[in-house]
């Protein structure tokens, strides 16, 4: 068991720039969510897929923001025209769950992408 | 509004104190979810437990503790005999049935001092 795996650890971009993130879940799990975090906060939701279809999507996903997870397994999370207020850590998370309206039995997280838009 | 509602920013306890981190949470639904997680300075969030609405027995693991109460809206966190690798930041988290969101408190950093 490799755990989940977010590429990059680090990403510094410059304001306006698009920046795109990897997560790679865990591999027999098919619920993957994106969460961001910033400091002194909890983990605020952004998105989830079960397999490929993107299931739900939070207010605080603007049209800047898109994940895709074109085949079930790795998802990327791309941040068009970043601003300095996309500063923070994006984490991903995926759990086994293998019906569409149980709740998770646990979310397993990666050690996230922390963005710093200059 | 706020689901879930971590009212203690930061906790300091020296070695071997015991020590309670509060979460109260918020929810219409009868059947939710309530888990805790700890944060190390690592940065990965890792699971600690799981509880569901319709079992209000308290559980014990090692030196954790959890006390559920459903009447006050509660999911207290107790960890006995505090030690420095304790130190973390603490998230309670709730999930309701009807979706599959996680709401996050804003966590509780705790220090424990040698």
């Known amino acids: 068991d490799t755990g989940v795996s977010q590429d990059p650890r680090h990403k510094i971009t410059k304001r306006g720039q698009n920046v795109t993130f990897r997560c790679d879940p865990i591999s027999e799990h098919n619920r993957l969510y994106w969460y961001r975090q910033t400091l002194g906060q909890g983990p605020e939701f952004l998105t989830y897929?079960?397999?490929?279809?993107?299931?739900?999507k939070s207010r605080l996903l603007s049209d800047r923001f898109s994940a895709e997870r074109p085949k079930g397994s790795f998802s990327t999370l791309e941040i068009q025209r970043t601003e300095q207020g996309d500063s923070a850590m994006y984490l991903c998370a995926s759990s086994l769950g293998r019906d569409r309206a149980l709740p998770n039995e646990k979310l397993f997280f990666g050690s996230g992408t922390q963005l710093s838009v200059l | 509004a706020q689901k879930v509602t971590q009212a203690q920013t930061e906790i300091s306890v020296v070695e071997k104190e015991d020590v309670t981190l509060d979460c109260v949470y918020e929810t219409r639904d009868t059947t939710y979810y309530l888990f805790w997680y700890k944060q190390p300075p690592s940065g990965e969030l890792v699971f600690l437990i799981r509880r569901n609405s319709f079992d209000e027995q308290n559980e014990i693991s090692g030196r954790y503790s959890w006390n559920f109460q459903k009447s006050t809206s509660s999911f207290n966190f107790t960890i006995t005999a505090s030690q420095v690798v304790d130190s973390a930041v603490y998230f309670c988290?709730?999930?309701?049935?009807?979706?599959?969101?996680?709401?996050f408190g804003t966590g509780t950093s705790l220090t424990v001092i040698p």
């Open positions: 897929f079960q397999n490929e279809a993107q299931l739900e």
């Open positions: 988290a709730l999930s309701e049935a009807k979706g599959n969101q996680f709401y």
